[in-house]
């Protein structure tokens, strides 16, 4: 459990670069997510350029420090390769929170920068990425050598469990 309670949003970055070997492990654990019925509905689209990382953090308000990190993975789904329809949600869930996870493990600091379902958003990196109608961009985690400890916190909260009943 260690690395889920160390894991922080960290938004700053730096300037070294992720190696392609490190974006390889994080994207096989990506693909190690549970998905259902094992339908695996995610592409993954990797960003190291300057002016895509411009348009990015452009596009969405909340993924400035996309231009301090050396790489970014945009998470999309294809809700056409489903089995059970509307669970890609949870899916690219999950993809996106192994990105997290290996990230800390390999001594990287990364962020889950939401897209899907500010449909702005949505649209704009659509278009940034050439993306098919039919694929949702769902999240974008910028990722790199943490320039920043964020505090650990405890966030155990006894009153928000329930046995039984509500």
């Not at 649209?123 to 769902?138: D, M, S, T, W, Y």
Request: hydrophobic content about 45%; overall charge positive.
């Amino acid at each position: 459990m260690s690395i889920i309670y160390l894991r922080r949003s960290v938004r700053k970055y730096q300037k070294k670069d992720v190696g392609d070997e490190i974006v390889t492990e994080l994207l096989r654990a990506a693909m190690h997510a549970p998905s259902a019925g094992n339908a695996q509905p995610w592409h993954f689209t990797v960003i190291r350029s300057e002016e895509k990382k411009q348009r990015i953090a452009e596009a969405h308000p909340y993924a400035r420090m996309v231009l301090q990190a050396p790489v970014a993975i945009l998470v999309c789904a294809d809700p056409s390769l489903e089995i059970y329809k509307g669970f890609w949600v949870q899916d690219c869930s999950a993809a996106t929170m192994n990105i997290l996870l290996r990230a800390v493990e390999l001594g990287l600091g990364a962020v889950w920068c939401g897209v899907y379902p500010n449909e702005e958003r949505v649209e704009a990196f659509r278009k940034i990425f050439g993306l098919p109608e039919h694929v949702v961009p769902f999240s974008i985690v910028p990722v790199g050598y943490p320039a920043e400890t964020p505090k650990l916190v405890d966030r155990f909260k006894l009153e928000r469990i329930h046995y039984e009943v509500w």
